[in-house]
C-alpha cells in the first residue's frame, strides 16, 4: 500500500439522549475521522474514538490533531509504503502513548489493507464467527422508573445484555431494583474508576446479585488495587480503562487483578494490539468483549470486527447505530442482522459506505496532507 494522501475530520454529532458516567455527560460526542487514500486508488477509513475533554483519557480531539499534523504525518511522508498495517506501530514507535491517535489511522490502514486483499475486515484480522453479541450500555441515569423502563425497552429490542454506569450513590439500589424486575437477566456494571479500597462495602453488596462481571471498579492507572479487590469478592472483575496494551493484559493476569478484559481496540492503539491480547487470552482462557465509545458507524464497524475474534466470550458494547444516533454517517447504519446481533458485512473492508455528504456535514473541520 502506498499512501496519496491522509485526511482528518473533526466530527461532532448530537446523541439522542445525554450519555452519563461516573466521569461527566457526554451531549455532543466529538471524534476525529481518518481517510486514507492509496495511490492505487482505494479509500480506507478509520476513527479515534477522543472526546472534546480529557475525562475518560488524557486524549482530545485537539492533541489528536495536534499529534497528526507535528509526528504521524511527518512519519507517514518518510514512511509512505507500508505492507501491513502493523508496520505502522514500528513507524510510529517513538510516540509514547496518544494510543487512540495511532489507531484512528491504525484502523484505516486495516480497512485500505482487507480492501486490497478484497477481503472483509473480520477476515483480514482471522475473526472466527459472522455474527457477534449486542449488549447494551445505560448511563447514570438517577431515576429509578426511568432505569426501569429503559432496560425493558433494551430487552425487548434484543439487547443480549444489560450494562449501566454506576457511580457512588448510584450502584447498589439500582442493581436490586433491576434484578427485583427483571430477575436473571444477563446483568454487569461499569464504575468507570470512581471507587476506593475504602468502599469495599459496597462491592460486596454487589456481590450478591449474581453480577456478570464489575468493570474498572477502582483507579485508571491501577493494577494492584484491583487484585486486592478481586481477592475479596467472587464477581469477576473486568478492566477497562487500566489496559492500555498486552503488557498491561499480562501484568494484570500475573497479579490477579481481573478475570475479564474489555477490549476496545482504540484504547490499546488499534487491531493488531488486540489480536496480540486475543492470543494472550487464548492461550490462559481468559475472555474477552469487545467495548465502545459511543462510536460512529466507522468506528462500529472495527468494533463488529473485533467482536469476531476467538477469545471474544461475552456479548459486546455494541449496539445498533440508533441506539445514539438518529442518522449515522455510513451506509447502512448499522443494526441488527438477527435478533441482538450484528453481522460484519461481506464486502471488502469495513463494508459499510462513508457517506460523504453526512459526514462533511457533521465535521466541524477538516485537514488534508498529501503526502505523494
Ligand atoms: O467505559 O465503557 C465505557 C462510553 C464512553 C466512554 C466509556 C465507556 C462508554 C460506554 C458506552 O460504556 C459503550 C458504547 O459505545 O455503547
Ligand atoms: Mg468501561
Same mark, same amino acid.
Given at each position: 500500500?502506498?499512501?496519496?494522501?491522509?485526511?482528518?475530520?473533526?466530527?461532532?454529532?448530537?446523541?439522542?439522549?445525554?450519555?452519563?458516567?461516573?466521569?461527566?455527560?457526554?451531549?455532543?460526542?466529538?471524534?476525529?475521522?481518518?481517510?486514507?487514500?492509496?495511490?492505487?486508488?482505494?479509500?480506507?477509513?478509520?476513527?479515534?474514538?477522543?472526546?472534546?475533554?480529557?475525562?475518560?483519557?488524557?486524549?482530545?480531539?485537539?492533541?489528536?490533531?495536534?499529534?497528526?499534523?507535528?509526528?504521524?504525518?511527518?512519519?507517514?511522508?518518510?514512511?509512505?509504503?507500508?505492507?501491513?498495517?502493523?508496520?505502522?506501530?514500528?513507524?510510529?514507535?517513538?510516540?509514547? @502513548?496518544?494510543?487512540?491517535?495511532?489507531?484512528?489511522?491504525?484502523?484505516?490502514?486495516?480497512?485500505?489493507?482487507?480492501?486490497?486483499?478484497?477481503?472483509?475486515?473480520?477476515?483480514? /484480522?482471522?475473526?472466527?464467527?459472522?455474527?457477534?453479541?449486542?449488549?447494551?450500555?445505560?448511563?447514570?441515569?438517577?431515576?429509578?422508573?426511568?432505569?426501569?423502563?429503559?432496560? @425493558?425497552?433494551?430487552?425487548?429490542?434484543?439487547?443480549?445484555?444489560?450494562?449501566?454506569?454506576?457511580?457512588?450513590?448510584?450502584?447498589?439500589?439500582?442493581?436490586?431494583?433491576?434484578?427485583?424486575?427483571?430477575?436473571?437477566?444477563?446483568?454487569?456494571?461499569?464504575?468507570?474508576?470512581?471507587?476506593?479500597?475504602?468502599?469495599?462495602?459496597?462491592?460486596?453488596?454487589?456481590?450478591?446479585?449474581?453480577?456478570?462481571?464489575?468493570?474498572?471498579?477502582?483507579?485508571?492507572?491501577?493494577?494492584?488495587?484491583?487484585?486486592?479487590?478481586?481477592?475479596? /469478592?467472587?464477581?469477576?472483575?473486568?478492566?477497562?480503562?487500566?489496559?492500555?496494551?498486552?503488557?498491561?493484559?499480562?501484568? @494484570?493476569?500475573?497479579?490477579?487483578?481481573?478475570?475479564? /478484559?474489555?477490549?476496545?481496540?482504540?484504547?490499546?492503539?488499534?487491531?493488531?494490539?488486540?489480536?496480540?491480547?486475543?492470543?494472550?487470552?487464548?492461550?490462559?482462557?481468559?475472555?474477552?468483549?469487545? @467495548?465502545?465509545?459511543? *462510536?460512529?458507524?466507522?468506528?462500529?464497524?472495527?468494533?463488529?470486527?473485533?467482536?469476531?475474534?476467538?477469545?471474544?466470550?461475552?456479548?459486546?458494547? /455494541?449496539?445498533?447505530?440508533?441506539?445514539?444516533?438518529?442518522?449515522?454517517?455510513? *451506509?447502512?447504519?448499522?443494526?441488527?442482522?438477527?435478533?441482538?446481533?450484528?453481522?460484519?458485512?461481506?464486502?471488502?473492508?469495513?463494508?459499510?459506505?462513508?457517506?460523504?455528504?453526512?459526514?462533511?456535514?457533521?465535521?466541524?473541520?477538516?485537514?488534508?496532507?498529501?503526502?505523494?
Amino acid at each position: 500500500m502506498e499512501i496519496e494522501s491522509i485526511t482528518f475530520y473533526h466530527v461532532v454529532m448530537r446523541l439522542r439522549d445525554v450519555f452519563e458516567t461516573s466521569f461527566g455527560a457526554t451531549r455532543d460526542r466529538h471524534c476525529v475521522v481518518v481517510r486514507v487514500d492509496s495511490t492505487e486508488g482505494l479509500t480506507g477509513w478509520g476513527e479515534a474514538p477522543v472526546d472534546e475533554g480529557p475525562w475518560y483519557s488524557y486524549e482530545t480531539v485537539y492533541t489528536t490533531l495536534y499529534v497528526y499534523r507535528e509526528f504521524i504525518v511527518p512519519l507517514l511522508r518518510k514512511n509512505r509504503v507500508l505492507e501491513h498495517p502493523r508496520d505502522f506501530l514500528e513507524v510510529s514507535s517513538r510516540i509514547r @502513548g496518544y494510543k487512540m491517535a495511532k489507531a484512528g489511522v491504525e484502523f484505516a490502514l486495516w480497512d485500505l489493507y482487507s480492501k486490497s486483499l478484497k477481503q472483509p475486515l473480520y477476515r483480514a /484480522i482471522g475473526g472466527v464467527r459472522d455474527r457477534v453479541e449486542s449488549g447494551v450500555s445505560i448511563g447514570v441515569i438517577g431515576d429509578m422508573d426511568k432505569l426501569l423502563k429503559l432496560v @425493558g425497552f433494551f430487552l425487548d429490542h434484543g439487547y443480549r445484555r444489560i450494562k449501566i454506569k454506576i457511580s457512588p450513590g448510584w450502584d447498589v439500589e439500582p442493581v436490586r431494583a433491576i434484578r427485583r424486575e427483571y430477575g436473571d437477566i444477563p446483568l454487569q456494571v461499569d464504575a468507570n474508576a470512581a471507587y476506593t479500597l475504602k468502599q469495599v462495602d459496597v462491592f460486596k453488596k454487589l456481590d450478591e446479585y449474581g453480577l456478570l462481571m464489575i468493570e474498572q471498579p477502582l483507579h485508571y492507572e491501577d493494577l494492584y488495587e484491583h487484585s486486592i479487590l478481586q481477592s475479596a /469478592i467472587r464477581t469477576p472483575i473486568c478492566l477497562d480503562e487500566s489496559i492500555k496494551s498486552l503488557r498491561d493484559a499480562v501484568a @494484570g493476569y500475573r497479579l490477579g487483578s481481573y478475570r475479564v /478484559i474489555n477490549v476496545k481496540p482504540a484504547r490499546i492503539g488499534g487491531l493488531q494490539e488486540a489480536l496480540l491480547i486475543n492470543d494472550f487470552a487464548a492461550k490462559h482462557g481468559i475472555p474477552l468483549w469487545i @467495548g465502545g465509545m459511543l *462510536e460512529t458507524g466507522i468506528g462500529r464497524s472495527f468494533q463488529v470486527a473485533a467482536a469476531t475474534l476467538s477469545a471474544v466470550k461475552y456479548p459486546n458494547d /455494541i449496539s445498533e447505530s440508533q441506539r445514539y444516533y438518529e442518522e449515522d454517517i455510513v *451506509e447502512p447504519a448499522w443494526s441488527f442482522a438477527e435478533r441482538g446481533f450484528l453481522k460484519p458485512l461481506k464486502k471488502p473492508g469495513i463494508g459499510v459506505e462513508v457517506d460523504i455528504d453526512r459526514l462533511e456535514k457533521y465535521s466541524t473541520r477538516k485537514y488534508r496532507f498529501k503526502l505523494a
